[in-house]
């Protein structure tokens, strides 16, 4: 009997083993999930503050004034140029005042890097009025006009974005605000009882304000989606 059991445990094993990887299921590596692409008003931003998803209304202004912020409208070379030029000397300072990049954009739809007056009376890059740009710092007489100084003016114009976003506490209302002023736009604020711009029934030079400024990041990010065909190599701020 002695001799039976062990010449039979032996074989009871491998009977065993056998079984067990019959039943034994490899587990199958997981493919990794391919992402959608985002679409369009997923992607845009201003300073990192997205569009409401899902808005209709939003979604065709956003694309109506993209549409009209083409290469031929908006002479992308020149403001390839003038990006390069003055870009390295704004986002430093934007960068030391704690202000979201995206602010330099404002200065290409403000003066368009010209740097000329407005008919109201706004000068400089960032288009001061004359009182402004001395409560800030910046001297305007007749032998001295700082608001023509990019450094300087730039300074300044932090200076004047960050107080008002100790209030506001959205870079969205504060871009809206540098167009329209401070001060009306609060009292937009109150007195539709809405904080979201989005959502504000403003001007129409105002509502459509950070509209522009994104579609100018857009062009100036990815200028060949936008009609400009030349080579890459003479594209200052090329994002493709």
């Not at 002695?2 to 039943?23: G, H, I």
């Not at 100790?166 to 002023?181: D, P």
Request: hydrophobic letters at 35%; charged letters at 30%.
């Amino acid at each position: 009997m002695a001799k039976v059991f062990a010449y039979q445990m032996p074989l009871a094993q491998k009977s065993l083993l056998k079984e067990e990887k019959l039943n034994t299921t490899i587990p199958k590596k997981e493919e990794p999930k391919k992402e959608e692409p985002k679409s369009l008003m997923a992607r845009l931003n201003f300073a990192d503050e997205t569009l409401p998803l899902g808005d209709r209304r939003v979604e065709r202004k956003m694309k109506k004034i993209l549409a009209a912020h083409t290469f031929d409208n908006t002479q992308t070379h020149r403001l390839q140029r003038k990006a390069a030029e003055w870009f390295p000397i704004i986002e430093p300072i934007l960068a030391a005042y704690g202000i979201p990049e995206d602010f330099k954009y404002l200065a290409l739809v403000e003066s368009g890097m010209q740097g000329g007056v407005s008919p109201k009376g706004a000068a400089g890059v960032w288009q001061f009025m004359p009182g402004t740009a001395r409560s800030y710092g910046l001297k305007v007489n007749g032998n001295t006009d700082e608001r023509y100084n990019l450094r300087k003016s730039t300074v300044a114009a932090c200076k004047y974005i960050k107080e008002m976003y100790r209030g506001l506490e959205s870079w969205t209302l504060v871009a809206a605000a540098y167009n329209v002023g401070d001060g009306r736009l609060r009292r937009q604020i109150d007195n539709q009882n809405q904080d979201n711009y989005y959502k504000m029934k403003l001007n129409r030079e105002t509502g459509g304000y950070v509209y522009k400024v994104i579609s100018m990041k857009q062009i100036i990010e990815h200028p060949a989606r936008y009609g400009y065909e030349k080579p890459k190599e003479l594209l200052a701020y090329n994002a493709e």
